[in-house]
């Protein structure tokens, strides 16, 4: 099994910056793809970014794209979302999840663990 933890939520001011961790423990060998959801109440739990093993690919999503970059330590089996400019709409429960898939993807269905959540709040 695989255990997620994140960390690094918090309440901001609306421009402001936020990194989160998510530690991995367990069976952490192959988990190829890990990403970072986030859910808002009464939404539907989205995808933000997604890295490959090897670090160096990475994807995200329209609404994300250019503020927030997505990295991995596979030495301390941990991934991180730096988050600058944050704005009202990024609001959310955030996700860590891993799979051991091979292929990019942004379907939460296609991930295997998750970790527990951590709130982000961006206030106006």
């Known amino acids: 099994q695989v255990q997620l933890v994140e960390s690094g939520g918090g309440l901001v001011q609306a421009g402001a910056s936020l990194r989160l961790s998510c530690a991995a423990s367990g069976r952490t060998y192959g988990l190829y793809r890990m990403g970072w959801f986030r859910q808002a109440p009464g939404k539907e739990r989205e995808f933000v970014a997604g890295?490959?093993?090897?670090?160096?690919?990475?994807y995200y999503s329209d609404s994300v794209k250019g503020r927030f970059t997505i990295s991995r330590d596979n030495a301390k089996n941990t991934v991180y979302l730096q988050m600058n400019t944050l704005k009202p709409e990024d609001t959310a429960v955030y996700y860590c999840?891993?799979?051991?898939?091979?292929?990019?993807?942004?379907?939460?269905?296609?991930?295997?663990?998750w970790g527990q959540g951590t709130q982000v709040t961006v206030s106006s």
């Open positions: 890295i490959r093993w090897g670090g160096i690919i990475t």
């Open positions: 999840a891993a799979t051991r898939n091979t292929w990019d993807t942004r379907r939460t269905s296609e991930y295997d663990y």
